[in-house]
């Protein structure tokens, strides 16, 4: 399961770097819960770092948007398994929590970029390992809309 949980942080780093043109970390310190991963913008020297999330999680799922946004849905934050989720819009450089929240908290779940521009998430598990076989839609609309 550690190996599933760093290649998902390596492929989000790479989609991120990819699409976006930025690139997230989430490093996980020894004891307790995971920081926030940090969003960072490239520019003509390197990079500089960029706000956290509101909400530190790991094991989370993330899509780009066709607006441009990345939104990050669920995960898990050290100790709980979460439903809610976040939208980073590249040109603020800010994060932003979505409206609602998903019925059942998950992780190590896939968020799916539908032809509608909504976003279905499927699977994962959620608190106590239980897996999930269940796909539902996940809120892009930010808090301050």
Same mark, same amino acid.
């Given at each position: 399961?550690?190996?599933?949980?760093?290649?998902?942080?390596?492929?989000?780093?790479?989609?991120?770097?990819?699409?976006? /043109?930025? !690139?997230?970390?989430?490093?996980?310190?020894?004891? /307790?819960?995971?920081?926030?991963?940090?969003?960072?913008?490239?520019?003509?020297?390197?990079?500089? !770092?960029?706000?956290?999330?509101?909400?530190?999680?790991?094991?989370?799922?993330?899509?780009?948007?066709?607006?441009?946004?990345?939104?990050?849905?669920?995960?898990?934050? /050290?100790?709980?398994?979460? !439903?809610?989720?976040?939208?980073?819009?590249?040109?603020?450089?800010?994060?932003?929590?979505?409206?609602?929240?998903?019925?059942?908290?998950?992780?190590?779940?896939?968020?799916?970029?539908?032809?509608?521009?909504?976003?279905?998430?499927?699977?994962?598990?959620?608190?106590?390992?239980?897996?999930?076989?269940?796909?539902?839609?996940?809120?892009?609309?930010?808090?301050?809309?």
């Amino acid at each position: 399961m550690h190996t599933m949980r760093r290649r998902r942080l390596v492929g989000f780093a790479l989609l991120c770097s990819a699409i976006l /043109g930025f !690139s997230c970390s989430s490093p996980r310190g020894g004891g /307790g819960g995971a920081p926030a991963p940090v969003a960072t913008t490239s520019n003509a020297i390197g990079f500089s !770092s960029g706000p956290p999330m509101n909400v530190a999680r790991r094991d989370f799922a993330s899509v780009t948007l066709t607006n441009g946004k990345l939104l990050v849905a669920c995960g898990f934050d /050290g100790t709980n398994v979460l !439903s809610s989720a976040e939208l980073y819009d590249p040109a603020a450089n800010a994060w932003t929590p979505t409206t609602g929240a998903m019925a059942t908290p998950r992780r190590f779940h896939v968020a799916t970029l539908r032809s509608d521009g909504k976003v279905l998430v499927t699977g994962g598990e959620t608190t106590g390992g239980t897996i999930l076989a269940s796909a539902a839609p996940m809120s892009t609309t930010p808090e301050s809309a």
